[in-house]
């Protein structure tokens, strides 16, 4: 039984407080769609909602960690009752851990794959049912990082590696049921994310080069941009859907000569800050105030995260 049946398409978004996830939920939201909102965090999650209100959409927020299945099955339960019929699913939700591997733990591991790839899993099996009977659209949003190695971000490889072989998978298996699934795999985006990515190791340097590479254009893009394209290219239902120069030609390069781009990241890998024995993972926001110079390097990735509801993480505490 529904609230308030509607003729209005449905989206369901998960990871959508903040960075891309809240930009594509606010796309889909233009494009005529009511929502379902998912977060982990309700503090975050209100404001968010509340922007896209404004955009037109009856909003609806669930808190719910969607790598657990059983808040998985609530969010998409929530969404049949709220709206009574689900079009399009986007899989978001992430977390972003930098540093050697010396540094880090299964627990870092284990926190990836729960986010990434498991919660990907379970709200997509949960919503199939659903998405067939309104021959819906999956979005799920994957990584170049789960094409070819990033070096001082392996939970992270792994866990979208992962994420990369499920969302084809579904893609090739959804179809006979008129369900479409599109692969997103985006490269660095202006998100402002790096306030509550996760930083091992040398902390101040990993991420001042992480950020750095974040904030650069050329090597990054607008996230506002890649929202409209991901949107897009989701509603047409593309099989998959690269973003960004740098992703596309790394990837086509593995692809072909994976030997030739393993031995080139090693180099890079060697370029990067050892491990020092730092303890555990740190949020960037808790890092000491930049440098003039890294300031002005880094404003547009501030002022990304000022627009797009970065709202500073607790500290994480880590349970080896």
């Avoid at 709200?123 to 021959?135: C, I, K, S």
């Avoid at 999956?138 to 969302?167: C, N």
């Avoid at 340097?205 to 409209?228: C, N, Q």
């Avoid at 692809?255 to 393993?262: E, F, G, Q, V, Y």
């Amino acid at each position: 039984m529904t609230d308030a049946p509607t003729d209005r398409p449905v989206a369901l978004v998960t990871g959508a407080s903040r960075g891309l996830g809240f930009l594509i939920a606010r796309e889909l939201a233009d494009r005529g769609h009511d929502l379902v909102v998912c977060a982990r965090s309700a503090d975050g999650l209100g404001p968010a909602a509340e922007e896209l209100r404004g955009h037109g959409a009856t909003v609806h927020e669930v808190a719910a960690d969607v790598g657990v299945q059983d808040d998985a099955r609530r969010v998409v339960e929530q969404a049949q009752q709220r709206f009574g019929r689900l079009d399009v699913l986007v899989v978001n939700a992430g977390i972003i851990q930098v540093g050697p591997v010396q540094e880090l733990t299964a627990t870092e591991f284990a926190a990836a794959m729960d986010t990434m790839f498991w919660g990907q899993v379970h709200p997509v099996l949960a919503a199939l049912p659903l998405l067939r009977r309104t021959r819906g659209r999956v979005l799920a949003i994957t990584s170049i990082g789960g094409k070819l190695p990033a070096p001082h971000l392996l939970p992270y490889t792994a866990a979208k590696h992962a994420a990369v072989g499920f969302a084809e998978g579904l893609r090739v298996e959804a179809a006979r049921d008129g369900v479409s699934v599109t692969v997103a795999v985006p490269g660095l985006m202006r998100t402002g994310s790096t306030r509550n990515a996760l930083f091992t190791g040398d902390r101040p340097a990993e991420r001042g080069w992480f950020t750095v590479a974040d904030s650069l254009p050329g090597l990054s893009m607008s996230a506002e941009k890649a929202a409209g394209r991901l949107v897009r290219a989701a509603l047409r239902g593309r099989p998959e859907i690269t973003l960004t120069l740098p992703a596309k030609v790394g990837a086509r390069v593995h692809a072909l000569a994976p030997s030739t781009t393993l031995r080139a990241l090693t180099l890079v890998n060697r370029l990067l800050p050892g491990p020092v024995g730092s303890g555990g993972p740190r949020p960037g926001h808790t890092a000491t105030p930049p440098s003039r110079w890294f300031a002005r390097l880094t404003r547009t990735d501030r002022a990304a995260a000022g627009r797009l509801h970065q709202h500073d993480d607790e500290v994480p505490v880590r349970g080896d």
